[in-house]
């Protein structure tokens, strides 16, 4: 048993015991999931799910009680009585958060077998720093965390697609790769004709992407999946760039492959598959490399 007390003077006991979690009743429900800044997801079944409400009047109240913090006395108590306020705001937008990733996580993971995100760890980092997306993006780690443990927990499968896939930009119609499509375009007609929600058309994307890599095989942390990239793509700039490339090309394998092909024409986008539980049976390391995959388990 453990008593401890928050900065903002809140006691806590914890309590440690040993359980074990019965898996969900199967289902055969899958669903895509990407992450956005209007919403803050939006599922493959064309439903978004909005930052809550609350989010902004707490930031109003947060703003509040840190202003009044400096104009208090240094070591005063009523500096004392401000810091714990801004301490009791803080806690409050982290706990009504996470209350809310708690309810999303455990319905979609126990309303399907199988939950299919994108790895965000680069796109987070390079492309926008509004508030706004920084608190999706603090959003989104979170949730992210509590599908991995759930998943887990109930007996399902999460698949992590790689961050190079192209799901805003392939058109999920006809398949082609858009060459541009920056974030201010929520919306976006194909040249067959299609109009797309940026949002849904992603998640509608990645649900495939992640039944792909998914039916290559159980027990692999790690696989390529082939992406056949349409011949009049000109989205070339797609292709893995940088050191991770680099290094994955010095390597060999397909990414050093990779790069030929997809100026060639059609090439390979790496999908990346981590199912906790298989992980930890295997006893093996996140970040170990799993083989190439039989180019059968492409996707076209
Ligand atoms: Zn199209």
Redesign the pocket.
């Known amino acids: 048993m453990t008593v401890s007390r928050d900065a903002a003077g809140r006691w806590f006991v914890s309590l440690l015991c040993e359980d074990s979690m019965a898996p969900a009743p199967a289902t055969t429900a899958a669903v895509g999931i990407d992450a956005g800044v209007t919403s803050l997801v939006t599922l493959s079944t064309g439903e978004k799910v909005a930052n809550p409400k609350h989010e902004r009047r707490d930031r109003a109240r947060l703003a509040r009680a840190q202003r009044e913090l400096p104009r208090k006395a240094k070591g005063s108590a009523n500096r004392e009585k401000a810091r714990r306020r801004v301490a009791k705001v803080h806690a409050r937008i982290a706990d009504r958060r996470r209350d809310f990733l708690h309810k999303l996580s455990t319905r979609l993971v126990r309303e399907n077998q199988m939950v299919v995100i994108e790895d965000l760890t680069v796109r987070s980092l390079l492309k926008n720093h509004s508030l706004a997306r920084a608190i999706s993006d603090a959003s989104w780690t979170e949730l992210r965390s509590m599908l991995e443990y759930k998943c887990a927990w109930y007996g399902r499968e999460l698949v992590v697609i790689d961050r190079w896939f192209p799901s805003s930009k392939l058109?999920g119609?006809?398949g082609?790769v858009r060459g541009r499509l920056p974030l201010n375009v929520r919306e976006w007609t194909?040249?067959?004709d299609?109009t797309h929600d940026r949002d849904v058309n992603a998640a509608r994307n990645i649900l495939p992407a992640g039944l792909a890599a998914s039916a290559c095989g159980d027990g692999v942390r790690r696989k390529w999946v082939t992406f056949n990239w349409p011949a009049n793509s000109t989205a070339a700039h797609l292709r893995p760039q940088g050191r991770q490339a680099r290094r994955r090309a010095t390597e060999g394998g397909p990414a050093g492959t990779d790069r030929r092909r997809v100026a060639a024409g059609p090439g390979r986008v790496r999908l990346t598959r981590k199912v906790r539980s298989a992980r930890r049976a295997s006893g093996g390391r996140s970040g170990a490399r799993g083989k190439p995959v039989a180019p059968e388990c492409g996707r076209t």
Do not use: E, S
């Open positions: 058109c119609a006809c082609t194909c040249d067959c299609t």
